[in-house]
Nanobody, 123 residues
Framework: QVQLVESGGGLVQAGGSLRLSCAASGRTFSSYTMGWFRQASGKGREFVAF????????AYTDSVKGRFTISRENARNTVYLQMNSLKPEDTALYYC????????????????WGRGTQVTVSS
């Protein structure tokens, strides 16, 4: 079992930055691929980024490439999402997720989920 707790969300103006954190329980954090997903009001949950257990492999959805950076500190059981040049369309509830096995951008592939942290970007 892995428990995930997100933090760092808030209200920011367009063009601003936020750093989300996701703290995980358990002693095998480095064995999990970690992902960030988001869900805007009235829409489905969408993939944002993932990072492999070692941190050597990352992937992003096209709309955030060049603006968001995913990273992890395995010694702290924490994964981060640095978000720069934020846009109003980035407004959503951001979720952290964990999975074992192959990398994936598919929501259904992830086994464990946090409760989310709200990011609101004003224009």
């Amino acid at each position: 079992q892995v428990q995930l707790v997100e933090s760092g969300g808030g209200l920011v103006q367009a063009g601003g930055s936020l750093r989300l954190s996701c703290a995980a329980s358990g002693r095998t954090f480095s064995s999990y691929t970690m992902g960030w997903f988001r869900q805007a009001s009235g829409k489905g949950r969408e993939f944002v980024a993932f990072i492999s257990g070692s941190g050597g492999m990352t992937a992003y959805t096209d709309s955030v490439k060049g603006r968001f950076t995913i990273s992890r500190e395995n010694a702290r059981n924490t994964v981060y999402l640095q978000m720069n040049s934020l846009k109003p369309e980035d407004t959503a509830l951001y979720y952290c997720a964990a999975k074992t096995g192959a990398y994936s951008m598919r929501e259904m592939a992830y086994d464990y989920w946090g409760r989310g942290t709200q990011v609101t970007v004003s224009s």
